[in-house]
C-alpha cells in the first residue's frame, strides 16, 4: 500500500515557506465548539495556503508563460492571487456553472479569465489543451503532495491557537483539505469528513477501496463538487480520516444562515458543510468532546446567506 | 473639573463581570494593520458588552417589567439578547428610519419592538413614556458608567491579544465606545476618534468645550448617528481622545466594500468608519506606527457591501 503522500515535517517545511505569503485566520469559541475562520484567508478560501506552497516550491521552474489551472473558482482565485502576488502571468479556465462571484474574485487579481461552457471536465479538458500550447505549468486544485501540505499548514496553525483538541469536522471535495489536516494531526485527532449527499467522492472510495467517479450536483458543486478523490490525497485519507458522513443541501443552506445570524460570518455553502454535519445530527458529538469546525470558503454572493 | 467617571479597574471588574456572557472576539493582522473584529460579538456590534455590564450589576434591582431602551438598533439587539440570556422581558423603541435588519435582530430575541415615526430622539421621547407606564428599568445607550466600562473590556482584551500597540482608530456616535477604549488606555495609547462629516458631536464638544447638540444624517446614521456626546463618555474623551477626524459616506461605503473583497467581512457603515479614516488619508500612521482598527458592527444587510 502506498505510504502517507505527505508526513508532518513537510507541513512543517510548508508553514516556514507560506509564512509570510498567507494570513493566520481566526478562531471563535462558541458553547463546546471552535470554529476556525479559515473563510477570512486571503482570496476567500484555503486554497491560497496549498497554492502558495506548491508554487514556491517550483518557482525557479515556472516558464515565462507562467501559471495554469482548470478551477470551480476557489483554486482559481487562490492562484490568481499567487500570481499577483508573485509575479507570475496565470490563465483559469472556470466552468460556466460556477457562481458570477468567482469569476470576479479571479479577475480582481489580474489573471487572465476562460469562461467554459459547462462543467468541471469541460474546463480541465479547455485547461489540458491550453497548457500544451503555452508551456505554462499546470496547478491542480488537489491532487499534489505540495498543494495538501499547504493546506495542512492550517491544522498546525489552529494546534498553536487552541492547544489539544479531540475532533476536528471539515467540507470534503477533492480531498486535498481534509488529506492536509488529517496529514498533521495523523491518529492525534479524529477527523470527520462531510460530503453533501450529491457529491460524495470520499465515501464512494472508501468503500470502493480505492478512488471511483461519482456523479455531482447540489448547491455545494462549484467548491465540493470533485468526481474523484485525487490520489494524493487518498494515500492519507484512507489512513487517518476516522469518519465520513454527509449532509442534504437544506442542512447547508440552513448552517450558511446561523453562520450569519449567529456569527456574522458570510460563508459560501461548501464553507458551511462542516457546520451543517453537528447542526444536523449527521456527526453528534460526546459530552465534553471538543470540536473544531472548519469554515473553509466565503466566495458567494453575500445576499444570498439571508434565507428567502 | 469632572474626573474621568471609569477608570482601568472598573474595567477589570467588568471583564470578570461579563466574561460568562460576550464572545471574546478575533484580530486579523494585515501588513502594519490589526484590524478588532468586534463585528463578531453576539448580537453583531460592541454593545453587547456595555448592555451586559449594566444589567448584570443592577440585575438585584429590576423589576418584573424588565428592560426599556429606545435604539438605532444596535443597542436594542444587545439588550434583546441580555434580556433573552437573563430571562428578563425587553421593550425596544427603534426609529422608522433604521434598516430592516436592525428590527429583525431585536425581535429574533424575542424583544417587544416599537416602531415609532421618526428618528431616534422620537423614538426616545417614546421609550420615556413607557418607562414612566411600567416601571421597567431604562437601559441607555451609551450615557452610564457602567455601560462605557463594559465596552472598554473589548480594549482590555485586545491588549492581551495584540501586546503593545501605538494607535487605536475607532468609530464614534454618542462616545461610549470610544470612552470604554480611552479609559483602559488612558495616555498609553494614541487614541483617534472618527466620525462621519454628517454628524460629529464628539468633534463639536471639542470645539465647545462641552457636550452640544449636531445635526445629524448620512449613511452611518442608525448606528453613529447621536445629536450629543453623552456627559459621562464626556469626562474620558476631554482628557483622553487624542485626534478626532471626519470620514466622507463615500469613504465609509468604501471601506465597507474594501471589508468585504480583502478581509470577507460584512460591516455595516458605522463599523467600517474605522478603517475609513485610514484609507481616505484623515488619520495617516507614521512609518512602524502599530495601529489597531476596530470593525465594531455588522448589523446591516449583506447585500449592501457589495459595491453597485
Chains 1, 2 share one sequence.
Request: glycine letters at 10%; one cysteine or more.
Amino acid at each position: 500500500m502506498t505510504p502517507p503522500a505527505v508526513d508532518p515535517d513537510d507541513i512543517d517545511a510548508a508553514a516556514e515557506r507560506i509564512g509570510p505569503y498567507v494570513r493566520r485566520t481566526p478562531i471563535v469559541e462558541h458553547d463546546d465548539l471552535v470554529l476556525k475562520l479559515e473563510l477570512l484567508q486571503h482570496a476567500g478560501s484555503f486554497k491560497t495556503r496549498g497554492a502558495f506552497n506548491r508554487v514556491l516550491g517550483e518557482r525557479a521552474t515556472i516558464p515565462d508563460a507562467g501559471l495554469i489551472a482548470a478551477s470551480g473558482g476557489n483554486h482559481g482565485a487562490a492562484l490568481a492571487f499567487v500570481g499577483q502576488q508573485l509575479g507570475m502571468p496565470v490563465e483559469i479556465f472556470i466552468p460556466s456553472t460556477s457562481p458570477e462571484i468567482k469569476r470576479r474574485n479571479i479577475a480582481r487579481f489580474g489573471a487572465a479569465l476562460h469562461d467554459i461552457e459547462g462543467y468541471y471536465d469541460d474546463a480541465q479538458a479547455a485547461a489540458d489543451d491550453r497548457q500544451v500550447a503555452t508551456g505554462a505549468t499546470q496547478i491542480h486544485p488537489y491532487d499534489h503532495p505540495a498543494t495538501v501540505a499547504g493546506q495542512g499548514t492550517m491544522a498546525r496553525e489552529l494546534e498553536q491557537q487552541t492547544g489539544p483538541i479531540d475532533t476536528m469536522v471539515v467540507a470534503t471535495g477533492g480531498g486535498g483539505f481534509i488529506a492536509g489536516q488529517a496529514a498533521w494531526f495523523r491518529d492525534r485527532v479524529h477527523i470527520v469528513s462531510v460530503e453533501p449527499e450529491t457529491s460524495q467522492c470520499l465515501r464512494a472510495a472508501r468503500l470502493a477501496g480505492e478512488p471511483v467517479d461519482v456523479s455531482v450536483s447540489g448547491v455545494a458543486a462549484d467548491s465540493l463538487g470533485a468526481r474523484r478523490i485525487g490520489g494524493v490525497p487518498w494515500t492519507i485519507v484512507r489512513e487517518f480520516v476516522d469518519e465520513a458522513v454527509v449532509v442534504a443541501d437544506d442542512d447547508i443552506r440552513a448552517a450558511q444562515y446561523e453562520l450569519w445570524e449567529e456569527f456574522r460570518l458570510v460563508a459560501e455553502p461548501g464553507g458551511a458543510a462542516a457546520l451543517a454535519a453537528l447542526r444536523s445530527g449527521a456527526y453528534r458529538p460526546a459530552a465534553g468532546e471538543r470540536v473544531v469546525v472548519v469554515v473553509c470558503g466565503s466566495n458567494c454572493d453575500p445576499a444570498t446567506v439571508i434565507r428567502p
